[in-house]
Each structure stands twice: as structure tokens, then as C-alpha cells.
Nanobody
Framework: QVQLVESGGGLVQAGGSLRLSCAAS????????MGWLRQAPGKEREFVAA?????????FSADSVKGRFTISRDNAKNTVYLQMNSLKPEDTAVYYC????????????????WGQGTQVTVSS
């Protein structure tokens, strides 16, 4: 089992920044691709970003957030981060941390583990 606990969500004005954190415990953190998905009201859950073990060379992000969001992971702290800059009202959603065996699984919304979610609200 892997337990994932997100933090860092909140209310921010358009153009602002937030950093989400996800602390993992349980099974070996390094075994998993870590990432973020989000779900806006009335919409399906969508992939945001993913980071393999060597996040400096193996990160992926959705086209809608490229250039604005950056994913990183600190393997010593078993933590993955999502730095969100230049936030837009359309980024408003519940953001979920997830752990998967592979990036394709995570991108497909089929990770092995989910966090409880953290709300991000961007006001215009």
C-alpha cells in the first residue's frame, strides 16, 4: 500500500502561483511514477503531469499546462510537487496526486494509488 497526502491547494487570483505537495508513505516511493491529475466541476478527470524516478529527465505534462506548471520529486523526502504559475480560471479543479507503475497508466487515469485531492480555485 502507498498512502498519498496532498497539500497546498487554495484560492488564488488569475496570474498567481501555487505549489502543491504530495507526501507518500508505505511502499517504496521510487518504484512508482508519480503525477497529478485534476477534475473540474462537470468534467472528466484529466492528466496534468508525471515524473519518473529521475524527474529531471523524465517528466511529462499536458499541453494545457506546458510552460506554466512544473512537476518535480524529492525522492529523499518521498514527496512530489506541482509548481503552478500563471494560473487561469480554467485551472480551477480538484487536484489529485497519484502513483502508477507506468506513465501510460497514469496518463490514462489508471494509477495504483490516489490521494484524497486538494481544491485549487482561481478567481478571475
Amino acid at each position: 500500500q502507498v498512502q498519498l497526502v496532498e497539500s497546498g491547494g487554495g484560492l488564488v487570483q488569475a496570474g498567481g502561483s501555487l505549489r502543491l505537495s504530495c507526501a507518500a508513505s508505505g511502499r517504496t516511493f521510487s518504484n512508482y511514477v508519480m503525477g497529478w491529475l485534476r477534475q473540474a466541476p462537470g468534467k472528466e478527470r484529466e492528466f496534468v503531469a508525471a515524473a519518473g524516478w529521475w524527474s529531471g529527465r523524465n517528466t511529462f505534462s499536458a499541453d494545457s499546462v506546458k510552460g506554466r506548471f512544473t512537476i518535480s520529486r524529492d525522492n529523499a523526502k518521498n514527496t512530489v510537487y506541482l509548481q503552478m504559475n500563471s494560473l487561469k480560471p480554467e485551472d480551477t479543479a480538484v487536484y489529485y496526486c497519484a502513483a502508477a507503475q507506468s506513465t501510460p497508466d497514469l496518463r490514462a487515469g489508471k494509477p495504483d494509488y490516489w490521494g484524497q485531492g486538494t481544491q485549487v480555485t482561481v478567481s478571475s
